[in-house]
């Protein structure tokens, strides 16, 4: 594959040259400086923003989003000067559960950045794919999403950063080199609309980058973030080896499967309902929360709205997110 794309491009730019791409390594004890690492680093391979929540209506109805916005750096790279030469690659995904349609409301885009079509600057978030764009100014976030099926204008009111991992290195597998830089930021305070719909509620804010994300024995990874309810704040994942198990698991972390549900379309499996840590269990707000990203990352996951119950009172609502159900993940 990575000889086609480099006969593909080399057809396209005759005239220069290509070279393989030395990445940074992630390397624990770098100190994560803000609002510098707000923005894109894009010497690493791959980063992503990440905001999921969930909101309510005037009329007391719960919906979910994720909007999501990738940027990768290839692995070859031109000394053309075209604007046209792909440097950077941005990808954006965005979703809403809505329980009375009773499946996702999805769109993905995907554009080299050129032309101020795409891009991701530095310095602070502001990442966008023509329409939609994700910024964060003096205030919070603001996020303005137009897809096919549905409509999002939301801001998000700032919260304080949690390095995850140590002092956000978060190792994802047992080599040294298998890690990210990684924070979030949840408990945002969310107000706007969807589709035109005034919507409130609560969201959780990742940022991550790398250059080197899964080990090859891994198949994908659950993830969740969690609100919870007295104000504070869970977020727990495993990378899972293909074949099954777990190929890396933090300490103290564990996923329990409780109930899975199978899509109708492609015939995969998900572990909808999950024990996470022995403590909490998470329910779907819906259990056809799949997202086909297949025209953008090439994959297919399961990424839903949860609440998380102990013992059968709810104590806060989140996101879960199951990735290598479908076929094994790449990055």
């Excluded at 950063?161 to 002092?167: D, K, Y």
């Excluded at 972390?253 to 999950?274: C, I």
């Amino acid at each position: 594959m990575k000889r086609r794309s480099v006969l593909a491009l080399g057809c396209f730019y005759p005239a220069f040259a290509f070279s393989r791409v030395k990445f940074p390594e992630v390397e624990p004890g770098r100190a994560l400086r803000f609002p510098r690492d707000h923005g894109a680093h894009p010497d690493y391979r791959q980063e992503w923003w990440y905001v999921t929540g969930w909101l309510k209506t005037a009329r007391g109805e719960d919906l979910g989003f994720q909007i999501t916005f990738f940027r990768a750096r290839p692995d070859i790279e031109t000394e053309n000067p075209s604007s046209f030469a792909p440097r950077q690659i941005l990808l954006a995904h965005a979703a809403l559960s809505d329980p009375k349609l009773g499946r996702l409301k999805h769109d993905e885009r995907a554009a080299r950045a050129a032309l101020g079509l795409a891009g991701s600057k530095e310095g602070n978030t502001e990442v966008w794919v023509d329409d939609w764009k994700l910024l964060l100014g003096p205030e919070g976030y603001s996020a303005r999403i137009r897809a096919r099926e549905f409509e999002l204008d939301l801001i998000f009111s700032a919260a304080p950063v949690v390095l995850q991992g140590r002092n956000g290195f978060s190792r994802k597998g047992s080599k040294a080199s298998e890690a990210s830089y990684y924070y979030s930021r949840p408990q945002l305070k969310v107000s706007g609309s969807a589709d035109g719909r005034p919507v409130t509620g609560l969201a959780w804010l990742d940022h991550e980058w790398s250059s080197q994300y899964m080990d090859s024995g891994a198949e994908g990874w659950d993830w969740c973030g969690l609100n919870l309810d007295d104000g504070s704040a869970l977020m727990a994942f495993r990378m899972r080896a293909k074949g099954g198990g777990v190929a890396f698991e933090p300490e103290g972390v564990s996923f329990e499967p409780l109930r899975t549900w199978k899509s109708p379309r492609t015939g995969a499996v998900y572990p909808v309902s999950m024990r996470i840590n022995g403590q909490l269990r998470l329910e779907p707000l819906m259990d056809d929360q799949e997202l086909d990203a297949r025209s953008s990352t090439g994959t297919i996951y399961w990424e839903g709205a949860v609440t998380a119950y102990r013992g059968d009172a709810a104590v806060g609502r989140g996101y879960l997110e199951l990735t290598g159900y479908w076929r094994p993940m790449k990055l």
